[in-house]
């Protein structure tokens, strides 16, 4: 039976963290499985040699210790990323009466709470941790299925641990959460100050999200259609998808220019100047991405992709304009766009793709830039 503290921790910790890091996740739930659904019926490959290349995947992250050690990684990087979280909502006024109601229990009873809390906030990659201990159940392969559960065991322990260390150390005074900071302190010229932000408030996200769009761009699929490197369309999905994993740090941009830097627009400072900040900003956002592409693509074709990517950044970031700071409806929205630009690049349409995202991300953020929509 589940206790009455792990739905109360669960609701306000778990819900919580999916709510603030919705953009991050995105891609495990719409953009990775979309394209997986998707790619097949658009005709790139047979139904054969999808589901080959499926397991061919399945099977490198099951046997190969390097692929493991990444993965394990970038699951240690969303733990942390948890830990902010967690460690920062405890300290918030409003979950005050956890220090004396929780830590009125045994310790044993709080660790298993807090436990199962974890638990649900780990699920995205706990589901990857069972899928394969089936596979490799069923080809044979069991130490590293067997490493990668006691791993996030062990992950999900030692969270659990240091949050019940935290909470009974509250009753007794306020710690400060667990701040990831760099000491560093250099100038700022005002289209950069994002970028800062990233390294100084939002570096776990900004780091798992590069960590996802390298990955699409030096993934298997990369390899396997290399006979067909000169079709753009296989390229072109990849850098798509690989945008569509930054909405987190769009999103983020967004909030922070209206929470943050709102008197901006009393600068002397035109709109075309402003569009032009943000296409830089994007352009060097964008640099392990173009050096990537600059490295395994033709110049021409790395030309196109990395200016159909920032096309598609600016064209997502401008619709924050009209949209405004409404995650609910925001999603939804990209989604369709990006469901109707897979099916633009299948047809060829990348270059022309790319001149209607600019002129519409223009259009946008030039009659919306002053006409912000109200707060939520």
């Given at each position: 039976m589940i206790s009455p503290l792990t739905i109360v921790l669960t609701r306000i910790f778990s819900r919580g963290f999916y709510?603030?890091?919705?953009?991050?996740?995105?891609?495990?739930?719409?953009?990775?499985?979309?394209?997986?659904?998707?790619?097949?019926?658009?005709?790139?490959?047979?139904?054969?040699?999808?589901?080959?290349y499926e397991l061919i995947v399945m099977m490198t992250?099951?046997?190969?210790?390097?692929?493991?050690?990444?993965?394990?990684?970038?699951?240690?990087?969303?733990?942390?990323?948890?830990?902010?979280?967690?460690?920062?909502?405890?300290?918030?006024?409003?979950?005050?009466?956890?220090?004396?109601?929780?830590?009125?229990?045994?310790?044993f009873r709080q660790l298993r709470s807090w436990w199962w809390m974890q638990f649900v906030i780990t699920l995205p990659i706990t589901a990857y941790g069972l899928l394969s201990v089936v596979f490799g159940i069923v080809y044979h392969h069991y130490l590293l299925p067997f490493i990668t559960v006691l791993y996030l065991f062990l992950l999900i322990t030692v969270s659990a641990a240091i949050y019940v260390w935290l909470a009974n150390r509250l009753s007794a005074g306020t710690p400060a959460p667990i701040r990831l900071r760099l000491p560093i302190r250099w100038k700022k010229p005002f289209f950069s100050l994002f970028l800062y932000h990233i390294v100084h408030k939002v570096k776990l996200g900004g780091l798992l999200t590069k960590i996802f769009s390298l990955f699409c761009l030096a993934s298997g699929a990369y390899s396997l259609f290399s006979g067909n490197r000169q079709d753009t369309r296989v390229a072109g999905l990849l850098v798509l998808t690989a945008v569509a994993g930054h909405l987190y740090l769009i999103y983020q941009e967004h909030r922070f220019e209206v929470m943050t830097l709102a008197f901006s627009r009393n600068f002397p400072y035109s709109r075309n100047r402003h569009f032009g900040y943000m296409t830089l900003r994007y352009v060097l956002l964008l640099l392990p991405e173009i050096l990537f592409l600059a490295i395994t693509a033709p110049p021409l074709a790395a030309i196109l992709l990395l200016t159909y990517a920032i096309s598609v950044l600016l064209f997502f970031r401008s619709l924050l304009y009209w949209l405004g700071l409404n995650m609910n409806i925001y999603l939804p929205v990209v989604f369709a766009v990006y469901i109707t630009l897979f099916w633009l690049v299948m047809y060829g349409c990348l270059l022309q793709s790319a001149g209607v995202l600019l002129l519409l991300a223009y259009g946008l953020f030039y009659t919306r830039y002053y006409k912000l929509p109200p707060i939520e």
């Open positions: 709510r603030a890091n919705a953009g991050t996740l995105l891609f495990f739930f719409v953009v990775v499985i979309s394209y997986a659904i998707f790619i097949t019926p658009a005709g790139t490959m047979s139904h054969e040699t999808f589901q080959l992250l099951i046997s190969n210790p390097v692929a493991m050690t990444a993965i394990f990684f970038a699951w240690l990087l969303y733990t942390l990323k948890s830990w902010q979280y967690v460690t920062g909502q405890l300290t918030a006024p409003e979950n005050g009466f956890l220090y004396y109601s929780s830590t009125a229990l045994s310790k």
